[in-house]
Nanobody
């Protein structure tokens, strides 16, 4: 099975920025959407951002206006630009590729927002 390789997580101060990247290790056919979910300790996994192949986007209410999803089709890579980060953004961020045959999830990358 193809894997999703995530990078860009780390420690950042409140108000700072990070950019996450995610790319498949191989070819995924018939992709419908790519995006990001996150899960904080004691919390349910929640939508962060999702972009369909028609460029429609969905953002979780908690991140609207601060996070931006983008896809580089040539590189087959999805990005998440995170600005104005808050401590409550601290979570493991999971990349998602939704294709005709189902969902593929990344391994998760830790984002910690702290002074």
């Amino acid at each position: 099975q193809v894997q999703l390789v995530e990078s860009g997580g780390g420690l950042v101060q409140p108000g700072g920025s990070l950019k996450l990247s995610c790319a498949p290790s191989g070819t995924i056919f018939s992709i419908n959407a790519m995006g990001w979910y996150r899960q904080a300790p004691g919390k349910e996994r929640e939508l962060v951002a999702l972009m369909s192949t028609s460029s429609r986007t969905n953002y979780g209410d908690a991140v609207k206006g601060r996070f931006t999803i983008s896809i580089d089709n040539a590189k087959n890579t999805v990005y998440l630009q995170m600005n104005s980060l808050k401590p409550e953004d601290t979570a493991v961020y999971y990349c998602l590729v939704n294709a005709l045959m189902g969902n593929t999830w990344g391994q998760g990358t830790q984002v910690t927002v702290s002074s």
